[in-house]
C-alpha cells in the first residue's frame, strides 16, 4: 500500500487515482503514526513552501517522515513535495525545508515567464530504477515558479531546461522527488508511477 501525506495543499485525489490506475492501493492520511508504518509514501504538493513547512510541523509529520526514511521507507516527492525535500526555500522569505537532499529553492529569474506551466522535457543525466523505460527527453507536466538550484553531484537523475537547467529529479537510496507532476503526466508520468510502486 501506498501512503499518500496529506497536510492540506494539493489535489491528492488526482495523485491517488493515478496511482490507482497503475494497480496500486492507497490510503490518504495527516496520521504520523501511519506515516511511520507506511510500505512507501508520496509527498504530493501545491502552494507556497512556507505554509507547506508549518503544515507539516503543525501535524506533527515532519519529524514523521524523517523517521520513515531513516527506517527506509521508500518516499517519493512530487513538485512542492519535490521542493521540501531540500534544506531551504527563499519563496517569501527564508525558510528551512525537510533537509532531505542539501540545495535551495529559488525564483525563476528575472524575464522568464513564471509559472512555468505545461509541458517540457527531461534529460535523464544518470540511470535510475525510478525512471525505468522512460525514454530519455521525454515530455512531463510542469506548474512551478521556483526552481531547486545545487551543485551537480550524484543524486541529480534528470535535468530540465527553461531559461536555464535546473534539476527535475533526484534520487538516492529510498528517496526520490520531481518538479513535474506524474499525475498529469500521461503514460510516461503513469510508467514512473508504476516504478515507484515497485522499488
Partial sequence: MITIIDYGMGNLRSVEKALQRVSCTTQITNNPEKVIAAEKLVLPGVGAFGEAKHNLDRLGLTPAILQAVQKKVPLLGICLGFQLLFAHSEENGNHSGLGIFPG??????????????GWNQVQIVRN????????????????HSYYVELEPNDFVIGTTEYGLNFVSVVGKDNIWGMQFHPEKSQKWGLEILKNFSQV
Fill in 128 to 143: 535510475n530504477r525510478l525512471l525505468e523505460n522512460i525514454p530519455d527527453n521525454s515530455f512531463f507536466y510542469f506548474a
Fill in 104 to 117: 535551495s529553492v529559488r525564483l525563476f529569474p528575472q524575464g522568464l515567464k513564471v509559472p512555468h506551466m
